[in-house]
């Protein structure tokens, strides 16, 4: 059975802005104790051995606290460190694969950026569980995204979308309530939580902003 997810306040852990491995696991730990409700380990500039060594000291953080653990692109490091599932980019390998290769009860994302892929996304029956859609805005830490989709073109994907679906891409706490006007189904951040100074008062402050969405 696949484990129940909330997409509300999804953290894209980054250990490079986080500071390294044992930063990285604090601020984790301190993002769940604010409300974040997803975390996601992305680290393309580690090698696979430093990323899988984080994500099996990760895994027993989220267990305890109930958050599903997904690792971006990498389905290896998800198979060998037990986590809940992987999120896959439209270069990545394809949906399909990622759930023959994770199994039935495997959390699987995908990451949209146009209609066409959200198009082709909804052919995925029982394939995927969710959607990535962005880059909302501008954004320095995936330097290879598509243009901004701003919150009309935002809102346009989820609406098109049958999966709930997670924005993402240069969002941080003084927009985060201007993305929920699109209705995803949560925000996706990276800096606003890996680079601030007290990340479990960052994320309390952004999952407050999603209670009081308009």
């Known amino acids: 059975m696949r484990p129940a997810f909330d997409l509300s306040l999804y953290l894209v852990l980054d250990p490079v802005q986080c500071g390294g491995h044992a930063a990285s696991l604090g601020v984790a730990r301190a993002a769940i104790e604010g409300g974040a409700t997803v975390v996601q380990l992305r680290a393309p500039e580690w090698h696979k051995r430093a990323w899988l060594a984080l994500a099996r000291d990760l895994l027993p953080i989220t267990r305890a606290a109930g958050v599903p653990l997904v690792i971006d692109d990498h389905v290896d490091i998800a198979l060998a460190c037990g986590a809940d599932g992987v999120h896959v980019g439209q270069r990545d390998l394809p949906a399909d694969v990622a759930r023959r290769l994770m199994g039935p009860d495997a959390l699987i994302g995908l990451s949209v950026s146009c209609a066409a892929e959200v198009d082709e996304a909804n052919g995925l029956i029982d394939l995927v569980d969710y959607l990535g859609a962005g880059p909302v805005f501008a954004t ?75």
């Open 140 to 214: 320095p830490t995936k330097t290879d995204a598509s243009a901004p989709c701003g919150i009309d073109g935002l809102a346009a994907l989820c609406a098109q979308s049958r999966y709930p679906t997670v924005a993402i891409g240069g969002i941080q706490l003084h927009n985060a309530v201007d993305v929920l006007r699109a209705r995803p189904a949560g925000v996706a951040v990276v800096s606003a939580i890996c680079r601030a100074a007290d990340p479990r008062d960052a994320a309390a402050r952004l999952r407050e902003s999603i209670t009081l969405k308009p």
